[in-house]
T-cell receptor
Framework: KAGVTQTPRYLIKTRGQQVTLSCSPISGHRSVSWYQQTPGQGLQFLFEYFSETQRNKGNFPGRFSGRQFSNSRSEMNVSTLELGDSALYLCASSLGLAGGLDNEQFFGPGTRLTVL | AQTVTQSQPEMSVQEAETVTLSCTYDTSESDYYLFWYKQPPSRQMILVIR??????QNATENRFSVNFQKAAKSFSLKISDSQLGDAAMYFCAYNRNAGNMLTFGGGTRLMVKP
């Protein structure tokens, strides 16, 4: 079974641009979560999608948005990029929304975004 | 809001020795889950071990075990017979059992000396 895939793996943008990152979950998984990892702030939860609906959202500005498609693939978009948006963006997929031990989250390799 | 704290930014252990990584958390919830994740230089997050808050028995997975002290809100990871491949960042994480959102600690970098 293929793991979680994220595209692109690396991305360089300039301030003010926008960017779209993609996450394809493990086949059969319906929940996708996104995290931002930076040296200063660590790992922070962005949002979670289940069955095309956003279920949870972290404390990020409205420039960060996402969506999920009917095949469970998810995209996140960052508009008007700032230098501080440079980070590793990780997505994780799981079967359902229940949390806990029977709903293990599997992480993708991440997308490294650099904003110049 | 829940918080997770890892007080050891870096730890070092000799190969074949035992090391313990510390984690404390703050929550008012009674039903939650705790995890340890490993992030090697490849950046791929890998689940190491997990614990249900209502279970008093500490979880074990081969060379990895936890010491879960619910009243103290402490969740430490013990790695026995350390191997070179154990070198990585280790993150403690909390899940409130309402969705899949994980709250992570700041991480501990583990170095393994041959």
């Amino acid at each position: 079974k293929a793991g979680v895939t994220q595209t692109p793996r690396y991305l360089i943008k300039t301030r003010g641009q926008q960017v779209t990152l993609s996450c394809s979950p493990i086949s059969g998984h319906r929940s996708v979560s996104w995290y931002q990892q930076t040296p200063g702030q660590g790992l922070q939860f962005l949002f979670e999608y289940f069955s095309e609906t956003q279920r949870n959202k972290g404390n990020f500005p409205g420039r960060f948005s996402g969506r999920q498609f009917s095949n469970s693939r998810s995209e996140m978009n960052v508009s008007t990029l700032e230098l501080g948006d440079s980070a590793l963006y990780l997505c994780a997929s799981s079967l359902g929304l229940a949390g806990g031990l029977d709903n293990e989250q599997f992480f993708g390799p991440g997308t490294r975004l650099t904003v110049l | 809001a829940q918080t997770v704290t890892q007080s050891q930014p870096e730890m070092s252990v000799q190969e074949a020795e035992t090391v313990t990584l510390s984690c404390t958390y703050d929550t008012s919830e009674s039903d939650y889950y705790l995890f340890w994740y490993k992030q090697p230089p490849s950046r791929q997050m890998i689940l190491v071990i997990r614990q249900e808050a209502y279970k008093q028995q500490n979880a074990t997975e081969n060379r990895f075990s936890v010491n879960f002290q619910k009243a103290a809100k402490s969740f430490s990871l013990k790695i026995s017979d350390s191997q070179l491949g154990d070198a990585a960042m280790y993150f403690c994480a909390y899940n409130r059992n309402a969705g899949n959102m994980l709250t992570f600690g700041g991480g501990t970098r583990l170095m393994v000396k041959p």
